[in-house]
């Protein structure tokens, strides 16, 4: 199941080498091409033309040698790999990325401008040191090969009211009274229910203005649940704010003991809850100060 | 919100409560997820360190309690143990706490094996019709324990338990998934156990129903890892960080831990997380060497690095991931007394430093054992292992105060873990069982493993000693089964430096007694010991004893009967003496008469064989007077005879000299013959290969020509091309090899055969051949590429963007391949160096006009720059932006310059005058002027004549040495306005007006010169030629581009036969050349 035999056609643009390591690139070609893998190679370096053949590609691969590719304080000369390093890398501050291999034991020790290259690594930068190239090669592909997760019919709501069957109906009386005061769209969760409820959150609560969970009885599940919908949903930085709202009857403070740091909430009579998710939620939609 | 808490655990497993920050296995969780919901199982396997546990308590369960597994209830039990030393009472104690029912009816229920746990569940109140009911969860921990526990599996078999608490699991599956039953049980185990589960009926066959081999995290996964729980947690860490570690993670055992611990120290020394993570902070934790860093963190490393202690600097000498473990431990290890003094108020404080370190190896020793030559972890109480160091002023408050810095919230490396302000957690009780928190500690602390080693060592010696000692007890103590005395010195070192003591037999007793028994066992085993050791000492002691005694009673006895062996010897010899004189005189009388008996046989011997002699030698002397006779009638024969022979000799040699002489003169009137016949075959054959090469000159020069003609196909331009060059090499022709150059590579040019080299799409100002052959280019711009040339095509290998400016050049000369001069549109001169990496741009002093030529001397000391309005500026070549050295004015229009010398310059006026100019002392000598001519350029040749051309095509030899002239046409039929020679392949080009380029090979001077017209260079002026050592000539035309031309009509036709052109047909022959010419 987790076997993912979907393989992404994928198009790698690879960058020149320094004289030294043309073999190496040739053998990293085949091993492209055999992988499935749509290789673009620069004709010659020809110019303004090389930012749009790397953009065809959906990232690009540089070989380092031992002859510097990048050295800014001291330039001896512009290389084509050096040039081509260098466009990418302009292009790594959009989606593009670039993967950057320093086959183990081609660069010797003292040459330190692989610090240059660590130090300049950013978010779509790869760098590997990994000595074999079909295992380079695979982690390239597997990076590359992100399936898009399906989409769910996600809508935009104020509120998601999530509440678990057995809080059925202590959870309708207050979403009921919510709803008077905002817009609230029910979700029951069932572990009977052939839902997908991990997916179905993932792709729902950032389109979201808040998302609640209610429980009454159901102690044991509320805490998890709430755990599991944070971390899935970006936890601090997620977009979309979660609230735990909790009937005084049978909740209490202790059962969120590992979330309290992090997620806000009420324990509270079930006629009161409305308001405080009220309150809440004009608070984060800058409603009230 | 800022949460306090660390997003990553270090070396313990995430619990449960963590699992927020639980990242990087939601594909691996989601699977076996589902696994539980279609099979009622799953069995996790996989190496030691790759985070079964964590998955299960920190994945699994958090995610089945949140409502994401699908089954009966939306509630759940979560029966979870480990097999410890009885996996069945562990079960049991872990189903009657979740189905509340007291610990004796759950065992009584259970112990019938099979259908009892299902049972037990159905009838609880958890298992209803409604929703209120709850799921039941099982979780077998560390399942592996089952095999590694003696007191589980001995010998190959395993324990009554272990087999119940397996049929108890198995049979619960089997109805869960018959009955629906809401129960759902997880096994994890080590991967290395697999192959033992098969002594269990029917397990081998349920791991395969539904086993989950745990994965080794991919990449992306691993940075899901690192990244997200700082993200979750509101902090962050720089790609190149994570890039860092997951390129330097090792692969294989300990991945996970020694990731996760390195994380832990991280987010703790960046402060909490409240900085962005960053190499920094992994090389502060000893993971990355301080050179990796910048400039500006370097520094701040530094200063950070200068205030630790010296004994933590040390654990910085070989930073990488894996140490950072190792220096962690090994600086708690070292400062474990201090934190004992300042931290712990409850002990007393009366042990010295080394004391502390030893409390701290013993912990650790005790905590570790090897089973299956693999050092893991091994569980003690704080009583064992006080008992184990076994000092009177050393208690449990000792041992527990020392250790605690192990496990605090900050190092967890030992557990069960403190709790600040917990004195409960700190003060543990004596049967607290300690645990080093992952084994990986034991594979990455150095010291560790080295004390793990010596336990191992011990524990051999110990078993060695054991059965000897319990071979001694079996035999009722007998003295002979005692150690003999080398063994006995070895055990006895062993003791002495070891001290055991019944503790540390106690550690390694794996019977199933109570503790209080293995103690008791331990203690008369340790007495024992100390028996065996006094006993077998006194045995030694004893036995040298008696061989001493034994010694000394054979000294005497051997004593005595030596002196009695001496008195009988002494009269023996005597008595000998006298016998052997007797015998030695019988001896020499018999001798004596023996030498008088042979003396007399002798001379009877030697008179017998005179006698003999003289008989023989009378016979002798007859036979030879006999055949002396018959040897002299045989001579006087054989001269007869002889005479008779050279009578007929005579005669015969008289007939030969006739016949020789006149052989001889019959040969020499042949070899006249063969001579004259010789002569008229090779006047003959020269005048058929006279005639064959004139008439294959004509014949390719008319195909030459042909081939320059329009057919409609201009394939058959290339055919007819190809033809003539080949009727040329079949017939070792080369005279007309210029008209096929021009003929092929017209034919060639129509066919688009010949491109124009791929360079810049700039602008070129002018290019040079460097000794790599590569093309040099500057662009007006004033970029500066470079190309390799090979198999007419190029490259491009540098360009050097620094000097780019707003003003275009106008006018360019390379006076080497790295040493370009040129001036701009508005007149000013600049001179860039990019030979090394202090590469630089210089505006020249000397302005006000363009560059008209230039030249270095050459020793490279001097730039001679001159300008189109006769100035003439002398620079140092290593600094041409200061003034002038010396200057000249020909008042007139340079055509060009030439310097020969330290400090000659030749100057050609455009108004034909070539003047010497010696720089040095600033004397001028005209060398000759020719009137009503104008000169254009000029060269020299191989630096010693110079080339000056003049208008309509003459050109003027100068012998720069001798001064003396000659002129000659060399072909150039028009005025030439360029000169270049290459010394390398001495060829010389000339650009005439008109766009046509002659070339000529100065080594084949009467050869005619190779033209290139203006149909080839399309009509556009010449800005520039160069050579290449392989004889290409590189073209610059005003169109922009770089041509090129082999001036080798091989290649050309080695071109064309790659492209399968081919000869003409006989038919076609005839019709292009007309009928009556032969093809042969």
Redesign the interface.
């Given at each position: 199941m987790f076997l993912n035999l979907y393989i992404k056609s994928s198009k790698v643009f690879l960058a020149e080498v320094t004289d030294g390591l043309q073999k190496l690139r040739s053998e990293v070609k085949n091993i492209l091409l055999r992988a499935g893998i749509e290789v673009i190679e620069p004709e010659n370096t020809a110019d303004s033309n090389l930012e749009n053949l790397m953009l065809n590609a959906d990232c690009s691969m540089h070989i380092l040698g031992n002859d510097n590719i990048i050295d800014n304080d001291s330039p001896v000369y512009d290389t084509p790999s050096a040039i081509q390093y260098r466009t990418a890398k302009g292009l790594t501050d959009g989606n593009f990325k670039m993967f950057v291999w320093n086959p183990s034991g081609i660069i010797n020790d003292k040459n330190l401008y692989i610090n240059d290259i660590r130090r300049d690594i950013n978010d779509n930068t790869i760098y590997s040191d990994i000595t074999s190239p079909i295992v380079f090669v695979e982690e390239l592909r597997a990076i590359m090969n992100i399936k898009p997760s399906a989409k769910t019919d996600a809508k935009n709501y104020d509120i998601l009211f999530i509440y678990n069957t057995l809080d059925r109906d202590s959870a309708k009386e207050v979403s009921n009274m919510l709803a008077d005061l905002q817009t609230v769209t029910e979700l029951e969760i069932n572990a009977g229910a052939d839902t997908d409820y991990n997916d179905f959150i993932q792709n729902q609560l950032p389109l979201c203005k808040l998302g609640i969970i209610y429980y009454d009885y159901a102690t044991d599940w509320a805490p998890p649940f709430a755990q599991q919908v944070w971390k899935q949903t970006g936890g601090q930085s997620a977009s979309t704010p979660l609230y735990i709202a909790g009937n005084s009857d049978h909740a209490d403070e202790t059962q969120l003991k590992p979330l309290k740091k992090i997620v806000s909430y009420t324990i509270n009579e079930k006629s009161i809850i409305p308001l405080d998710i009220k309150i809440y939620y004009d608070k984060i939609t800058g409603k009230t100060s | 919100?800022q949460?306090?808490?660390c997003p990553y655990p270090g070396l313990r497993p995430f619990t449960?409560?963590?699992?927020?920050?639980f990242?990087g296995r939601d594909?691996?969780i989601?699977?076996i997820i589902?696994l539980l919901e279609e099979n009622k199982m799953a069995f996790i396997t996989g190496a030691s360190g790759d985070g079964k546990s964590s998955m299960v308590y920190a994945g699994v369960l958090?995610?089945i309690?949140?409502?994401?597994?699908?089954?009966?209830?939306?509630?759940?039990l979560i029966a979870d143990f480990k097999p410890e030393k009885n996996p069945f009472l562990s079960l049991c104690e872990s189903i009657s706490e979740q189905l509340e029912i007291s610990k004796e009816k759950t065992q009584a229920e259970l112990k019938y094996g099979f259908s009892s746990l299902a049972k037990l569940y159905k009838e609880s109140p958890f298992y209803t019709d409604g929703?209120?009911g709850k799921?039941l969860l099982i979780i077998a921990d560390q399942f592996e324990e089952v095999f590694t526990n003696l007191e589980n599996f001995s010998n190959g078999k395993p324990s009554d338990e272990s087999y119940i608490t397996i049929n108890l699991l198995l049979e619960t599956i089997r109805l869960s998934v018959i009955e629906k039953l809401p129960i759902y049980v997880i096994f994890t185990m080590r991967s290395d156990f697999i192959s033992q589960c098969t002594v269990f009926k029917n397990l081998p066959e349920y791991i395969a129903y539904s086993q989950f081999f745990v994965?080794q995290l991919?990449?992306?996964e691993i940075r899901q890892v690192i990244e997200?729980p700082a993200?979750?947690?509101?902090g962050s860490i720089?790609?190149?960080l994570t890039?860092?570690i997951?390129?330097n993670l090792n692969s294989g055992f300990d991945q996970l831990p020694v990731l996760q611990h390195a994380l832990n120290m991280l987010w703790k020394m960046a402060d909490n997380g409240a900085v962005e993570i960053d190499?920094i902070h992994l090389a502060q934790i000893a993971g990355i060497s301080s050179?990796?860093?910048?400039t500006e963190d370097r520094a701040k490393f530094n200063i950070w690095f200068a205030e630790l202690p010296e004994y933590q600097q040390k654990y910085y000498e070989n930073p990488s991931l894996d140490n950072i473990l190792n220096a962690h431990a090994g600086i708690l290890y070292e400062s474990a007394y201090d934190y004992f003094m300042e931290n712990v108020p409850w002990a007393e404080k009366n042990i010295t430093p080394e004391e502390s370190k030893e409390i701290v190896e013993t912990v650790f020793k005790s905590l570790t054992k090897t089973d299956n030559k693999r050092q893991v972890r091994n569980r003690c109480t704080i009583n064992e292992i006080t008992g184990i160091i076994n000092k009177p002023h050393i208690t449990n408050a000792t041992v527990c105060g020392v250790i605690n810095i192990f496990r605090t919230p900050e190092n967890t490396l030992l557990q069960p873990f403190s709790v600040p302000g917990r004195l409960d957690t700190q003060y543990l009780s004596g049967d607290t069982v300690l645990d080093v928190t992952h084994e990986a500690l034991i594979r990455n602390w150095k010291l560790l493993a080295e004390w793990a080693t010596e336990e191992e060592s011990f524990l051999k010696d110990y078993h060695d000693f054991a059965s000897q000692m319990n071979r001694w007890l079996s035999h009722d103590r007998e003295e002979q089964y005692l150690l003999s005395s080398g063994t006995y010195s070895y055990f006895l070192n062993w003791y002495i430096a070891n001290t055991p003591n019944p503790y540390r037999f106690l550690k390694y007793d794996n019977t199933k007694n109570s503790y209080r028994q293995k103690l008791k066992l331990a203690q008369s085993q340790y007495e024992n010991c100390q028996d065996f050791i006094e006993l077998s000492d006194q045995a030694i002691k004893t036995r040298e004893r008696i061989k001493r005694r034994k010694l000394m009673t054979v000294l005497i006895g051997l004593a005595v009967f030596t002196a009695a062996l001496i008195v009988l010897s002494a009269w023996a010899l005597n008595e000998q003496k006298s016998a052997h004189y007797a015998a030695e005189y019988a001896q020499q009388q018999a001798d004596s008469a023996l030498v008088q008996k042979e003396k007399a046989l002798r001379a009877q011997e030697i008179a017998e064989l005179a006698n003999k002699n003289a008989r023989l030698q009378k016979i002798e002397a007859q036979i030879k007077a006999s055949e002396a006779k018959n040897e002299r009638d045989k001579a006087r024969n054989a001269q007869l005879l002889a005479d008779r022979r050279r009578r007929e000799a005579d005669s015969l040699k008289d007939i030969a000299e006739l016949n020789l002489q006149d052989a001889e003169f019959q040969k020499a009137v042949a070899e006249m013959a063969k001579h004259d016949a010789e002569e008229q075959a090779r006047v003959a054959r020269q005048a058929t290969d006279s005639a064959t090469m004139l008439y294959s000159v004509a014949m390719s020069n008319a195909m030459a020509m042909k081939a320059k003609s329009e057919y409609g196909d201009n394939r058959l331009n290339l055919r007819i091309a190809y033809t003539a060059y080949n009727l040329n090499r079949r017939n070792n022709v080369t005279q007309n090899d210029a008209e096929l150059f021009d003929a092929m590579i017209y034919a060639m040019e129509i066919n688009n055969m010949i491109k124009p080299l791929?360079t810049?799409?700039e602008t070129i100002a002018a290019f040079t051949v460097d000794e790599l052959g590569r093309i040099i280019v500057i662009t007006q711009k004033g970029q500066i590429f470079?190309y390799s040339y090979a198999n007419k095509k190029?490259?491009?290998?540098?360009?050097?963007?620094d000097f780019v400016s707003r003003d275009l050049i106008h006018s360019a000369i390379f006076l080497t391949p790295e040493i370009v001069i040129y001036s701009t549109t508005d007149k000013e001169t600049f001179c860039i160096n990019f030979k090394d990496?202090n590469r630089s741009r210089t505006k020249l002093s000397v302005q006000g006009d363009f560059i008209k030529s230039a030249m270095i001397t050459p020793d490279k000391r001097y730039i001679c720059a001159a300008y189109l309005n006769g100035r003439i500026a002398i620079l140092d070549a290593d600094d041409p932006e200061s003034r002038s050295i010396a200057n000249y004015n020909t008042k007139t229009s340079i055509a060009d310059i030439y310097c020969y010398g330290k400090s000659d310059v030749y100057i050609l006026t455009q108004n034909a005058a070539l003047l010497r100019w010696n720089f040095s002392n600033n004397t001028t000598k005209e060398i000759f002027r020719q009137t009503s001519m104008n000169a254009y350029a000029m060269t020299a040749i191989d630096s010693k004549r110079l080339a000056i051309c003049f208008s309509k095509g003459d050109i003027e030899f100068l012998d720069l040495k001798t001064g003396t002239k000659e002129s000659d046409m060399l072909g150039a039929h028009n005025r030439i306005e360029r000169i270049v020679y290459d010394e390398n392949t001495k060829y010389l080009a000339m650009a005439s007006l008109g766009n046509r380029i002659s070339v000529l090979n100065i080594k084949r001077r009467n050869a005619k010169p190779f033209v290139v017209d203006d149909f080839m260079l399309h009509n556009f002026p010449i800005k520039n030629i160069g050579f290449n050592d392989e004889g290409t000539m590189f073209v610059l035309t005003e169109e922009n581009v770089i041509r090129y031309f082999d001036l080798d009509i091989n290649s050309y036709a080695q071109e064309l036969a790659d492209e399968k052109v081919t000869e003409l047909t006989r038919q076609e022959y005839g019709l292009i050349l007309g009928k009556n010419f032969s093809s042969k």
């Open positions: - | 919100m949460p306090e808490i449960e409560e963590e699992s927020i920050f990242k594909m691996h989601r699977h589902k958090p995610n309690r949140a409502g994401f597994c699908k089954a009966k209830y939306n509630s759940w929703e209120q799921n994965p991919k990449r992306n997200e993200k979750l947690a509101g720089s790609p190149r890039e860092i997951i390129n190499l050179d990796a860093l910048s791929k810049t799409t470079a190029t490259k491009e290998v540098f360009r050097i963007s990496k």
